[in-house]
């Protein structure tokens, strides 16, 4: 069994920062990529950043330049750097993993953490 635990969400004022972690834990043998997705009142849920496993990112382009993902692979952690946050980053964000298990068999799926909100208000 996999789990993914989210830390780092919080209020912060406009133009503030903050890091959210996301650790997988459980029989993991190899992780494909992981990243973070947000999902704010009345929306759909949408990707923010993606790490893959040979270092490659993606940002929305909503977040370019503000956020950074970066990756952990001894700790299979994932980090999101935000900077000069804006109200309309307000929302959940979840972590995200493509990895593959074992258990006798090697079995690729896709695993969400619990979001954590982040709020951006004056």
């Known amino acids: 069994q996999v789990q993914l635990v989210e830390s780092g969400g919080g209020l912060v004022q406009p133009g503030g920062s903050l890091r959210l972690s996301c650790a997988a834990s459980?029989?993991?043998?190899?992780?494909?990529?992981m990243g973070w997705y947000r999902q704010a009142p009345g929306n759909q849920r949408e990707s923010v950043a993606v790490?893959?496993?040979?270092?490659?990112?993606n940002y929305a382009d909503s977040v370019k330049g503000r956020f950074t993902i970066s990756r952990d692979n001894a700790k299979n952690t994932v980090y999101l750097q935000m900077n000069s946050l804006k109200p309309e980053d307000t929302a959940v964000y979840y972590c995200?993993?493509?990895?593959?298990?074992?258990?006798?068999?090697?079995?690729?799926?896709?695993?969400w953490g619990q979001g954590t909100q982040v709020s951006v208000s004056a």
């Open positions: 790490i893959r496993s040979g270092g490659t990112t």
């Open positions: 995200n993993a493509n990895l593959r298990t074992y258990s006798g068999l090697l079995t690729a799926n896709e695993y």
């Open positions: 459980g029989n993991i043998f190899s992780i494909n990529a």
